[in-house]
């Protein structure tokens, strides 16, 4: 069973955007923070992105701070991933990650080993 569907990969163009999308249900949605990994060839994955499900707390790598934007949907239970200004660097498999979140947790604490994963969206970008 797929409980996070992840959309939006394609090829894009140095300089260019893209948007992720994460669906999931209510009950996942309501309950966990989500994020973003990325994995690129022959790199570890690494979070790039989170979001509280409490709050406005956010986080980004600094590899991609200022350039990308992570939000959630709370009608559609949909996270997103806004990436603009694009990098040849940026060329990875990206994940949609969820963990459990209760009032007080450390937001890159609890999705650094996320309860739910995805099966990731490939962003490819070209020079």
């Known amino acids: 069973q797929v409980l996070l569907v992840e959309s939006g990969g394609g090829l894009v163009q140095a300089g260019g955007s893209l948007r992720l999308s994460c669906a999931t249900s209510?009950?996942?949605?309501?309950?966990?923070?989500m994020g973003w990994y990325r994995q690129g060839p022959g790199k570890e994955r690494e979070l790039v992105a989170a979001r509280s499900r409490m709050n406005a707390r956010t986080y980004y790598s600094d590899s991609v701070k200022g350039r990308f934007t992570i939000s959630r949907d709370n009608v559609k239970n949909t996270l997103y991933l806004q990436m603009s200004g694009l990098k040849p660097e940026d060329t990875a498999m990206y994940y949609c990650?969820?963990?459990?979140?209760?009032?007080?947790?450390?937001?890159?604490?609890?999705?650094?080993?996320?309860?739910?994963w995805g099966q990731g969206t490939q962003v490819t970008v070209s020079s």
């Open positions: 209510g009950r996942i949605f309501g309950r966990h923070a």
């Open positions: 990650a969820s963990s459990q979140e209760f009032l007080g947790d450390n937001l890159t604490a609890i999705l650094s080993n996320p309860d739910i």
